[in-house]
């Protein structure tokens, strides 16, 4: 069991950034960023393998960058040129399964509490 430990999320302009961090207590294969919208169901955003393969979601792709720090055990999401869309519940996710770069909840098997974003309108 990997517990995780998501902070740095907040409100930003449209147009702005925020700089997203996971910790991580245990070992993990796969590490990802999900988002949640009231009413919606959870989406997939990024994941990065201990290797350093990275996946992201389309909405956010050529705005987010992921990275991870494997020495530190942390995870990060650079979210530039918000928007309003991104607002949501951000969780850090861990995942055992070499299904981990489709970031399907499913395929993942331990959650943080989650960080809200707000971009407002």
């Given amino acids: 069991q990997v517990q995780l430990e998501e902070s740095g999320g907040g409100s930003a302009q449209r147009g702005g950034s925020l700089r997203l ?33 990275v996946t992201y979601g389309d909405s956010v792709k050529g705005r987010f960058t992921t990275s991870r720090d494997n020495a530190q055990s942390t995870l990060y999401l650079q979210m530039d040129n918000l928007e309003p869309g991104d607002t949501a519940m951000y969780y850090c996710a861990a995942s055992s399964s070499d299904l981990w770069s489709q970031l399907r909840p499913r395929d993942f098997d331990d959650w943080g509490q989650g960080t809200q974003v707000t971009v407002p309108s």
């Fill in 21 to 53: 961090s996971c910790r991580a207590f245990g070992h993990a294969w796969a590490l990802a960023w999900f988002r949640q919208a009231p009413g919606k169901e959870r989406e997939g955003v990024a994941g990065v393998s201990l290797h350093g393969d």
